[in-house]
């Protein structure tokens, strides 16, 4: 089992042996990966939001992402996306991303939408276990990062992850200047 130097003060667990902590699409999606690039923490379910996380178990901010579902129309037809950032940064929803979606405006998928979709809890969506025709779009600086936090598909546990294995996802699209820096 791998060492995190981002783990904080939790203890961290191989993916594959916690799947009760998992969303069942994120669960089955590990099972098809490296695990040994996936590890998993059990945290309170009222600290999953990125800064009371980082704040109650000492996890660097600068170490986790935030993967939120996008969603533009075009002809009629609505597109879906996820984006990858990290959490000192935000996406950039209506340039990059409404580029690459090729719709007229882009926006953040309605919450009951977004949760209906993915089988994930809203503040746990992740990248990993999304439908497999959406692209997942990933800001350079994550596929770049050797650790991150990112959610599990519940608010009741985090990922603990490489850069490398969100950039292997089927469907990822590493993207550079996907994220701006918050101002």
Known sequence: MRTWSIAGTLSVHPATERTDLLAEPVAKALATLDDTQAGVVEIDPGLADTAAFCD??????????????????RAGEVRFAAALVLATTRADVNGVIKRRLDVRKASFAPMDEAVELTGMAYGGITPVGLPADWPILIDKAVADSPELVIGIGTRGGKLLV?????ASLPGAEVIEGLAKPVS
Do not use: F, M, R
């Open 162 to 166: 490489t850069g490398e294995l969100l």
């Open 56 to 73: 109650a178990y000492s996890s660097p901010l600068s170490a986790s992402a935030n993967c939120v579902v996008v969603s533009g129309k």
